[in-house]
């Protein structure tokens, strides 16, 4: 045992123990991002709780809602890589499993882009038969009878053929912008469209390439930090043109067709990607977070309660530096998706966790936790179910966002919108306790 954390009080932690505060605090970051999605709906609210523009240096409560979920998705990969490692699982084994999932965010990122941007047939249907689509196509198959098993495999081959039938079925009249191909003839209709790939997309490339780091490098916390300190610099790189001064670069001269090559797969990529966000800086965020969560993943060596504290405090305090330290080039915004604004925020959200480790692992305070703990179990449900809650009460005319009236309070606004919140939360806890979860 440690005497350190005996001296100071504080319980040693057992390794079987799972890390509450991790679950909490994703739980309280799908609250936020159900809260503030809401809350954009309300003209009148103030400007803390509304988004920056493009333009703006600086960031709001909004802004910090979805780097915090990349920081936490980046800390559960090594607690869940990390345990099938553990296991005796192959790193090249576990990829089919990573890509799979990659793909499905990504498929449900374009769905949900084209049903906001367009809402094609009567009422929005399309997007209401494609959210039913994904609950049947995306279960959790629980364990039990082989009957109740049997039903979720078939709800899943349903819920599949839906998908594609939906998107097969999609079409706008907008003949702008074709990106993924056109299925009719028709010169006035249009496929769908990638665009920014959707929240969901954005988290499946973040989550490509730190799941790729971390099988690759491990638990080394040095070389997850470098790699951490490389993806912000590609988003450098992309901003100024990674191949721009190749040609005056004489001693590549030998490499030319090669180099040639890759600049034409970066510019193909770069096409249907931002590659210095969604590669680049964005995915610095989950790396920062995966490199946080090794401290707390099985075979650290960091055990004791004290040490992950001060690691984890330290690291907060370096993020920052790296913040201050980008701040001069680009400056702090979210759209633009700067890296003093992804370390900003990864600071934030490790000094967030610290708090609640100290909380609820430390001091056993986990009562409270009991309101976010559904979205923290089935943070995928609780995303998804707000909208296509949303949605249903448009189509069958129910007036559910009455709270967002104009001639109410602002005050009355936002707490309708808070409402809504744990009101998706609580659903999620329901459909949870009756044995449906969603995961990709």
């Known amino acids: 045992m440690s005497g350190e954390d005996i001296s100071r009080g504080l319980p040693m932690p057992r390794p079987e123990d799972r890390i509450a ?70 790193r090249l084994s576990l990829l089919p499993k990573v890509l799979t999932r990659i793909l499905a965010l990504l498929l449900m990122g374009v769905l949900m882009v084209n049903m906001d941007r367009h809402n094609p047939g009567h009422r929005g249907l399309w997007g209401l038969l494609t959210y039913l689509a994904v609950f049947l196509a995306f279960p959790v198959v629980p364990p039990g009878p082989p009957l109740r098993r049997r039903t979720f495999q078939i709800w899943r081959v349903i819920g599949f053929i839906g998908l594609a039938v939906l998107a097969l079925a999609y079409r706008t009249a907008d003949g702008r912008h074709l990106v993924l191909g056109p299925l009719f003839d028709s010169s006035d209709t249009v496929w769908l469209r990638h665009s920014w790939w959707g929240i969901l997309g954005l988290i499946g490339w973040a989550y490509l390439v730190a799941s ?101 405090l330290v690291y907060a305090v370096g993020l920052a530096v790296a913040a201050l330290l980008f701040d001069p080039l680009y400056g702090i915004n979210k759209i633009r998706a700067t890296p003093a604004w992804c370390f900003l925020c990864s600071s934030l959200t490790a000094l967030t966790w610290v708090a609640l480790y100290w909380i609820m692992d430390v001091r056993g305070g986990r009562t409270w936790s009991a309101i976010v703990r559904p979205a923290g179990a089935n943070p995928l449900m609780a995303y998804i179910l707000h909208p296509f809650v949303l949605m249903v009460a448009s189509f069958v005319g129910l007036p559910l966002t009455f709270y967002k009236r104009a001639d109410l309070p602002v005050a009355v606004n936002i707490l309708g919108c808070l409402t809504m919140a744990f009101a998706i939360v609580g659903l999620t806890g329901l459909i949870g306790r009756l044995g449906y979860r969603l995961k990709v």
């Open 21 to 90: 505060s991790v679950d909490a605090l994703r739980g309280l970051v799908i609250l936020l991002m159900i809260f503030v999605n809401d809350v954009a709906g309300v003209r009148a609210a103030p400007s803390w709780l509304k988004h920056v523009s493009a333009n703006a240096d600086g960031m709001t409560l909004p802004d910090v809602v979805f780097p915090a979920f990349l920081f936490v998705m980046g800390m559960s990969i090594p607690l869940s890589l990390g345990r099938a490692l553990d296991a005796g699982r192959s």
């Open 212 to 312: 790729l780091v971390y099988l690759v490098l491990g638990r080394r916390r040095e070389w997850l930090l470098g790699a951490t300190g490389l993806l912000a610099m590609v988003y450098v790189a992309d901003r100024h043109g990674l191949f721009a001064r190749v040609d005056s670069r004489a001693w590549l001269a030998w490499a030319a067709p090669a180099i040639g090559l890759l600049e034409r797969l970066y510019g193909w990529v770069g096409s249907h990607v931002s590659i210095g966000q969604s590669f680049g800086s964005l995915a610095s965020i989950s790396v920062a977070g995966c490199c946080l969560g090794t401290i707390v993943s099985s075979g650290s060596e960091i055990r004791t309660h004290t040490e992950r504290l001060r690691w984890a």
